[in-house]
Nanobody, 130 residues
């Protein structure tokens, strides 16, 4: 069955960096756009960034633009989220998700509660604290 598994989370000091991975299996990764979402304690889920399946087009929410970079390796069915200049407000459980339509993926990033994607991982915790 389709599966997404996130890894790479942990505790980091403000200003530090982490690289999250999202390993896919059970579906044709090349046909799907990938989105990253996060949910901080006591807050609603929010979209972070997404990447298209074929040409690598990307979209970022303003809160992470210039600090986070989304990428993918279709040969290894894996997507990544490079997070630099981390702030305490970046603390959250980070999830990756997959959808067959890039427009729908962007819509879900902008409005996570109005849209959903087809496959979801279980998340990885990122904590930014000194």
């Amino acid at each position: 069955q389709a599966q997404l598994v996130e890894s790479g989370g942990g505790l980091v000091q403000p200003g530090g960096s982490l690289r999250l991975s999202c390993a896919a299996s059970g579906f044709l990764f090349d046909n799907y756009s990938i989105g990253w979402f996060r949910q901080a304690p006591g807050k609603e889920r929010e979209g972070v960034a997404c990447i298209k399946n074929v040409d690598g087009s990307t979209y970022y929410e303003d809160s992470v633009k210039g600090r986070f970079t989304i990428s993918r390796d279709n040969a290894n069915d894996t997507a990544f989220l490079q997070m630099n200049s981390l702030k305490p407000e970046d603390t959250a459980v980070y999830y990756c998700a997959a959808a067959g339509n890039f427009r729908e993926t962007i819509a879900a990033i902008k409005d996570p509660h109005g849209h959903t994607l087809e496959y979801w991982g279980k998340g990885t915790l990122v904590a930014v604290s000194s």
